[in-house]
């Protein structure tokens, strides 16, 4: 396996652990507020979600989906969990074709940016992993405030150990 199929392999299992130990809490706690980053568990995990899915369609050339945050089904852990795994499924074959292209430096136009602007396949998907990463720390911070306990730190050996990877 190469570094790359472990980046998004970790990233992707990563935050769909974390979804999956939330199946337990009710909307109140899903939409308790809290002061950091996007304030609640369920509006981190859509921003999470959402973004490798505008990423991975931009990627792509594809035009950006709409949200489907008015979607209850979209919102709940279960939807949530089955967007995260096209997502990501999405941004693995899109990366695979970038790597087997050997165009990590390749640059496409951002059309959604104004002024349009041009970014590096590689810089963009190191970029959506990071990004992840980021706010799935700030989502264990707010699934410990809520009393979880024995949630996972989140590291790629960690992953190798229980994911098989």
């Known amino acids: 396996m190469d570094l790359l ?4 392999g970790h990233d992707a299992w990563t935050t769909r652990q974390l979804l999956a130990r939330c199946r337990g809490l009710d909307d109140a706690a899903l939409d308790r ?3 950091l980053a996007h304030h609640t568990l369920r509006a981190t995990f859509l921003h999470i979600v959402w973004n490798m899915e505008a990423w991975s369609d931009l990627l792509a050339g594809l035009p950006i989906r709409p949200k489907p945050n008015a979607d209850p089904a979209a919102r ?3 939807g949530l969990i089955a967007r995260l795994d096209a997502a990501g499924a999405q941004l693995a074959r899109v990366a695979k ?10 640059r496409w ?3 959604p940016d104004d002024p349009k602007t041009e970014k590096s396949y590689g810089g963009t998907i190191a970029h959506v992993i990071t990004h992840s990463m980021h706010h799935r720390a700030q989502a264990l911070a707010m699934m410990k405030w809520l009393g979880l306990k024995d949630l996972p730190e989140g ?3 960690s992953w190798e150990d ?3 990877g």
């Open 76 to 78: 709940s852990v279960d």
């Open 33 to 35: 507020d809290f002061d």
């Open 5 to 8: 199929d472990r980046l998004l």
């Open 155 to 157: 590291d790629v050996l």
């Open 162 to 164: 229980q994911a098989g």
């Open 109 to 111: 136009r951002d059309v």
């Open 97 to 106: 074709d970038v790597h087997d292209r050997g165009a990590w430096d390749a």
